[in-house]
Structure formats: C-alpha cells, structure tokens
C-alpha cells in the first residue's frame, strides 16, 4: 500500500481523505501497525490530527482537524450526533423489505475481543437506518445504504447480521463462505455531512463507492 491519501477537500481548518480499505485509522498496537491514517495524514499535511475513525478494512470519507478550536468543535458535533453519516454495504442474500430502522444496544464481546455483540440489557444505544439500494444475483447479494444514528465500534457489521444478512468480506463477522464472496470488506462510508466550525455553514462531502 502507498502512502499517498486521496483528499476529498482541504482547507486550512480541516481536511477530509478518502481512507483505502485495509489502512488503520489509529495505531494499533507494535510496530507492525504503526503505518495509519493518522501518520499517514500528520506527514502530509500540516497539523492534521483525527476526528473520528473508520475500521481498518472500512474506505471512505474521514475528517481531520487541522488546529485544536477545529478539532474541539468536530469531536463535539460528533459526541451530540450532529454529524449526517451515510455508509453503502453489500450484503450476502435477499434482504427482506425496501428499508428500516435496526435499533439493537450493543457492548464488547468480552470472551471474543475485539468482536462486538447486541446485548438489549447491558449494551449501549445503537441505531441504523437502512435502504435496500439494489439486488443482485448469482450469488444472491444486497446493496445497502446505511445511515447510522449513534457511532458504536463495528455497529454497521453487527446491525448487518441482526438484520440476518453478513457483509461480504467480514472476516470477523461473516462465515467463511460469505467472506470469500469478496476481495475485501464491502463496507465504505460515501458520505460526511457537518457543520464547518469557521463558516458555520452545513457542508457534506462523498467519496466514490469502489465496489
């Protein structure tokens, strides 16, 4: 993987990337998962520094600050749910129905790290909106547009499978079968809509679906 990042658009309070898939957002930990999004981006441009984050194998819009008044107000309009997310995934099967609201609590799976789990007594609120976008066929598959209200880890892959369809390519969540299906996981986030801290102004930005 080259360390060249795709900007979506910069100026000098923010820039958003288009994250490849199978990029870290953050460190993780040794030295083999130093290489990130967040070095990556601080080398390339200046005083750039993480909002929020997207899994590893997850492409897509990602948001940077690029002084701390801007990164203050991002992670804010973060933690109120201020910011308009919109993600497409392709699912394995048929998916019953045109469009929805999955509203399941999940937590850690603390005998499984670092999956997650649905857990209506313990878990935290977790809510997505889905649309079916298109269906396909041999093998039977679903594009979705999903639209989370809350940001818990890994929300989008669990709510696929409450929703009983795996994203393609999960290799945490999915059978073996389904993550064969694909070269990658089929999840990318197309779409970031916030209000720009300097102007005031509600702004959305997209990055292309490559899949």
Known sequence: MTD??????MDRHLVLFDKPSGLLSVPGIGPEKADCMASRAASAVDGARIVHRLDRDTSGVILMARDADTHRELSRQFHDREVDKQYQAIVVGDVLGEEGLIDAPMRKDIDRPPRQKIDPEHGR????????????DEPVRTRLRFQ?????????????LQL????????????????AMGNRLMLHAEALGFTHPASGERVEFRAEVPF
């Open 164 to 179: 009983g369809h795996a994203i393609i390519g999960d290799d945490l969540y999915a059978p073996p079968d389904v993550v």
């Open 125 to 136: 609120s977790a809510r997505t909106s889905w649309q079916v976008l298109e269906r396909m």
């Open 4 to 9: 060249a990042l795709p900007i979506i658009f």
């Open 148 to 160: 989370p209200e809350t940001g818990r880890s890994h929300q989008l892959r669990v709510h696929a």
